[in-house]
């Protein structure tokens, strides 16, 4: 069983920058982790992925802007925001993929705000 709590989420203004953090209880290091993100009246959708060896992908809507990263030892990822625009206006949820087995794993989610 994995937990996972977000933290780091706020309000901004256009053009700032936020580091959203996610902390799991359980062994995480062997699994993919991501960050998916919904914003109001939309589907989620994914924002980036981590693998265990620190392989990375990336939404095109944030490329450039935005990096994702782990502490492996702290069982923690984090999402570095930068050049933040309105519309990465969202609640971001981290996830741990283990869809192989049929599971993932949700936090509850941070709310991001841009202002414009």
């Known amino acids: 069983q994995v937990q996972l709590v977000e933290s780091g989420g706020g309000l901004v203004q256009a053009g700032g920058s936020l580091r959203l953090s996610c902390t799991a209880s359980?062994?995480?290091?062997?699994?993919?982790m991501k960050w998916y993100r919904q914003a109001p009246g939309k589907q989620r959708e994914l924002v980036a992925g981590?693998?265990?060896?620190?392989?990375?992908n990336y939404a095109d809507s944030v490329k450039g802007r935005f990096t994702i990263s782990r502490d492996n030892a702290k069982n923690t990822m984090f999402l570095q925001m930068n050049s933040l625009k309105p519309e990465d206006t969202a609640v971001y949820y981290c996830?741990?993929?283990?869809?192989?087995?049929?599971?993932?794993?949700w936090g509850k989610g941070t709310l991001v705000t841009v202002s414009s």
């Open positions: 996830s741990v993929d283990r869809s192989a087995y049929g599971l993932m794993y």
């Open positions: 359980g062994i995480i290091f062997n699994d993919v």
């Open positions: 981590i693998s265990s060896g620190g392989s990375t």
